[in-house]
């Protein structure tokens, strides 16, 4: 069975030995300066496509709408210089065209567009029987089938490339992400399309450049084929995600770095294991921080009663009872009571600073 990179490469993509499928450049085509220092400066990287954004979907009114089609002679000569393949998203069918006209090898459909099944048809119908790749965005909602469908309504027009790109999903909830990266989704989708190329985007489901690099390997470590980076010259003066863009020397540090070990895993039967208990521990560890934020809320209640009616803060003996509770609780679940002792007490100290 091809991988997802035997996918990439019988694409004519390239495909670098021993590297992840990486697709680099500028969240939006700004000048054709920063468009070609931003290409020259990932030169020599394993990079197989330049993307950058030339319509730029935006919240709210009022931010950088991007240069629009004026940025499609830059790219082109960012692609003689560098010799990098190019990739743009698209949103309506005059997009398609236009970055068809400019021969752009490879089209994304992004997560705006992808939850909007009036936008999709109109777009599949645009594409159907092109012999560019598509990468799919996965909607901003975290809605499995309403991805699936986008696929499906893409696969019946007749696109033949298809490729997925995980990138986040909406939340509501606080959380260290600017969009969540709902692993079970992606997980989900190649349930249900097994052999399409996966990519994920850490740069948005990050939204910092910082968290950025334990995002990519944990795709990598779920067989993600490929990585969406959004590098940029000056990510400083970015117009749009400024704080999620590399420099292209932040990039080639963390290539450098990730551990891709797709070609050397045992085999896939233990690679596929070894992810789902992965991603069923990730989900353990945020429970663990739901339950303690909700325990560290009720010991904050307490501490206010206990000033209202004036008593006092450390109840020696409560807490003696509490302790005893839980070892002996933890030694029935095969848990050390110096373990549980030790987690307690820390749990208590931090109670008491903040009830003090
Ligand atoms: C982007 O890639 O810059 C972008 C707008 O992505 P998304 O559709 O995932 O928000
Ligand atoms: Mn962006």
Request: hydrophobic residues 40%; proline residues 6%.
């Amino acid at each position: 069975m091809p991988t997802g990179l035997d996918i990439l490469r019988t694409w004519g993509l390239p495909v670098f030995d021993g590297s992840p499928f990486i697709i680099a450049g500028p969240c939006s085509a700004e000048s054709r300066q920063q468009i070609l220092e931003t290409a020259l400066a990932l030169q020599g990287l394993p990079v197989s496509l330049f993307r950058a954004g030339l319509w730029k979907p935006r919240t709210r009114p009022g931010g950088f709408e991007g240069v629009g089609e004026t940025a499609l002679s830059w790219l082109q000569e960012a692609r003689e210089k560098t010799g990098l393949r190019l990739a743009v998203e698209i949103a309506t069918p005059r997009q398609v065209e236009l970055a068809l006209q400019a021969k752009i090898d490879v089209l994304w459909i992004g997560a705006r567009t992808s939850g909007n099944p009036f936008a999709v048809k109109e777009l599949a119908q645009a594409l159907a029987g092109i012999d560019q790749p598509v990468l799919v965005k996965n909607p901003l909602s975290p809605d499995l089938n309403l991805w699936i469908g986008t696929m499906e309504r893409l696969l019946n027009a007749g696109v033949r490339k298809l490729g997925v790109i995980l990138r986040g999903f909406g939340h509501s909830a606080p959380s260290k992400w600017r969009y969540e990266p709902e692993w079970n989704l992606g997980v989900g989708l190649r349930n249900h399309f097994p052999d399409l190329p996966y990519i994920c985007d850490p740069s948005h489901i990050a939204g910092k450049a910082e968290l950025i690099p334990q995002i990519c390997q944990q795709a990598l470590d779920l067989d993600f084929h490929g990585l969406m980076i959004e590098t940029h010259c000056n990510p400083a003066a970015a117009l749009s995600d400024p704080d999620q863009q590399l420099t292209p020397s932040q990039l080639a540090d963390l290539l450098s770095r990730l551990v891709f070990k797709h070609l050397s895993a045992p085999t896939d039967e233990t690679r596929k294991l070894l992810a789902s208990f992965r991603l069923e521990i990730d989900n353990l560890d945020e429970e663990l921080l739901r339950v303690l934020a909700r325990r560290q809320q009720l010991v904050a209640q307490i501490g206010e009663l206990k000033r209202e009616q004036g008593l006092t803060i450390l109840q020696a003996e409560r807490w003696r009872q509490v302790l005893a509770k839980a070892q002996a609780s933890g030694q029935e679940l095969g848990l050390s009571p110096s373990l549980v002792a030790d987690i307690f007490n820390r749990i208590h100290e931090e109670s008491l600073s903040r009830q003090q």
